[in-house]
T-cell receptor
């Protein structure tokens, strides 16, 4: 079984809809991240969390919110989706004991029409 | 701020050719450096890493050396295979007191296609 899982893997939605992307991990890491991938831009950090009570904004957090329901679960929400949020979204966990090596989920491809 | 610049793609090679993907970085202090690979339809996987100057990371025939003097971490493989077709990302991570978020800063990615 995969160590970091994301659901759904693909989602098409309409402008203005609320969307939640979910991430679960079995690696036992406290650190979790949400990144967004756009062609030619690499991955950019949306939010990160170091434990259930710790949530921090990344470089592109506007229009997004997150929830850390448990050590193993970290969800990303788009309260009112817009077309320029069409992208590939990755969840990752971080291993502080290995120079911050991060482990990525398979990604969610989101299309906002 | 910290940033990573890697060579633009796409790169198309024949099997058994030599591959180099250039990566340079700008950062305060001494970051850890990584190469991640993304195969079609999959998430990113760590390919190799280096945590201090002159370290050489290696894995699956790929190598990269942390060059502090040129702030570079170029990826090389001597003989590529069709199965090496993927997107390759160079990334860095900083640590306290310079940065408390332990995030990865990524380059734009280089798409590599290897033809049989």
């Amino acid at each position: 079984d995969a160590d970091v899982t994301q659901t759904p893997r693909n989602r098409i939605t309409k402008t203005g809809k609320r969307i939640m992307l979910e991430c679960s991990q079995t690696k036992g890491h406290d650190r979790m991240y949400w990144y967004r991938q756009d062609p030619g831009l690499g991955l950019r950090l949306i939010y990160y969390s170091f434990d259930v009570k710790d949530i921090n904004k990344g470089e592109i957090s506007d229009g997004y919110s997150v929830s850390r329901q448990a050590q193993a679960k970290f969800s990303l929400s788009l309260e009112s989706a817009i077309p320029n949020q069409t992208a590939l979204y990755f969840c990752a966990t971080g291993n502080p004991g290995s120079y911050n090596e991060q482990f990525f989920g398979p990604g969610t491809r989101l299309t906002v029409l | 701020g910290d940033s990573v610049t890697q060579m633009e793609g796409p790169v198309t090679l024949s099997e058994e050719a030599f591959l180099t993907i250039n990566c340079t970085y700008t950062a305060t202090g001494y970051p850890s450096l990584f190469w991640y690979v993304q195969y079609p339809g999959e998430g990113l996987q760590l390919l190799l890493k280096a945590t201090k100057a002159d370290d050489k990371g290696s894995n699956k025939g790929f190598e990269a050396t942390y060059r502090k003097e040129t702030t570079s971490f170029h990826l090389e493989k001597g003989s590529v295979q069709v199965s090496d077709s993927a997107v390759y990302f160079c990334a860095l991570s900083l640590y306290p007191p310079i940065s408390n978020d332990y995030k990865l800063s990524f380059g734009a990615g280089t798409t590599v296609t290897v033809r049989a």
